[in-house]
């Protein structure tokens, strides 16, 4: 048997994390950095992507910003013109569930306009096919990669009043698992981690806004809170990492125990 050092979990790997500019990818980003990646940051804002390079710079570490609409296939090219050949791939840019950054209630699908559905369906999911697709062949051809693809229990559990959304995650994690089945023995490992309600963005305005809204929420979690963007960062260092060589096609709920998996 033969016994590593994963102290060092991803040192010298390079990284791109989507949609990394704020919240959970910026997290992800920055745990990444401490775990020895260099981490290019991805966002549609470049004064965001630059922010949060800045913090990952401040602390040592390598990261560089690139701007690019993950749901255009030209500007994913683009980027990987920029970015050249990558080790690991988060594919985090999302939606989310727009409706809390409206201010607006979740409404049944019967309510919703087919117009609604193409923006949520093209980031949740053609975003992650456009970006995996520029990258993997290099991963493949170096027989050593890492897709991490970041969905949602909407998708994993379902849930009322969000099934476009849940829909899109749904789809984005039988890719993952599909994927993972056809390049594992190349060397590239493909999961996902699924997320329950995080108190960013347009919740954290809607709790902050009403702050009864947070301990309604949090009755439904185990746990007894909401998540926190930190969350998911551990685990995903590590389903990105040597030490997690024979994890492929699982999706991981990290979310308070909400959904336990089976």
Known sequence: MTIRDWSNFIGGRRALVTGA??????????????????????????????????????????????????????????????????????????????????????????????????????????????????????????????????????????ERRQVVYGAAKAAAMGFARGLAAEVGRDGVTVNCISLGSMKHAGLADAIAADPALETKLARNYPVGRLGRVDDPAPLAVLLCSDAAEWITGQVYPVDGGYAPAL
């Open 21 to 158: 500019g704020a919240g959970i990818g910026r997290a992800i980003a920055i745990q990444m950095a401490r775990a020895g990646a260099e981490l290019w940051i991805n966002d549609l804002s470049g004064e965001r992507a630059e922010e949060a390079c800045a913090e990952i710079i401040a602390e040592g570490g390598t990261a560089r910003p690139v701007v690019a609409d993950v749901c255009e296939g030209d500007s994913v090219a683009a980027m990987f013109e920029t970015t050249g050949p990558l080790d690991i791939l988060v594919n985090n840019a999302g939606s989310g569930v727009r409706s809390w950054a409206d201010g607006a209630l979740l409404v049944p699908f019967i309510e919703t306009d087919p117009a609604d559905w193409d923006p949520v369906l093209r980031v949740n999911l053609a975003g992650v096919l456009h970006v995996t697709r520029a990258y993997l062949p290099a991963m493949i051809e170096r027989r050593w990669g890492r897709v991490l693809v970041i969905v949602s229990d909407a998708g994993r559990r379902g």
